[in-house]
């Protein structure tokens, strides 16, 4: 296992406030990242995101809030029925920094295994390009 996090930056054109509902609000949540989510935004509350796959089928991804203030969201990560990469397993956080009148985030996932290093890497890429439309057009 490479113990270095796997790290992303996006910057978004729209307050901190905003962007960071993106992250704890199920219905903005599924609006850039999982196809349905159950969310408990505070510590030990349970995260829990289904992923329907175009071809049919359904990737369940659980973990657990660890942290969550104004300006950072920590959760854990894993999926169901994951030999590697077990609900819980790995960690993920988010830093949210004010940019002029934007935000910047930051994504740091720690303790993957080295083989969901790239399909991660490849998938918090899409998914924050993602955010970073839909939030700046923050309704």
């Given at each position: 296992m490479n113990d270095a996090?796997?790290?992303h930056e996006?910057?978004?054109d729209a307050p901190l406030e905003i962007v960071r509902r993106y992250f704890t609000d199920p219905a903005r949540?599924?609006?850039?990242w999982p196809?349905?989510?159950e969310l408990d935004p505070r510590p030990k509350?349970?995260?829990?995101?289904?992923f329907h796959r175009p071809a049919g089928g359904t990737d369940i991804a659980r973990g657990e809030f660890v942290e969550?203030?104004?300006?950072r969201i920590v959760f854990t990560w894993g999926f169901e029925g994951s030999m590697d990469l077990a609900p819980g397993a790995s960690r993920v956080e988010i830093t949210l920094s004010r940019d002029g009148t934007?935000?910047?985030v930051r994504l740091?996932?720690?303790g993957l295994p080295d083989a969901q290093r790239g399909p991660h890497d490849q998938g918090w890429a899409m998914f924050l390009g993602r955010l970073r439309e839909v939030a700046s057009l923050r309704p």
């Open positions: 996090p796997l790290r996006v910057r978004i949540l599924v609006q850039w196809s349905e989510a509350g349970a995260l829990l995101l289904r969550l203030s104004p300006r934007g935000t910047l740091e996932h720690h």
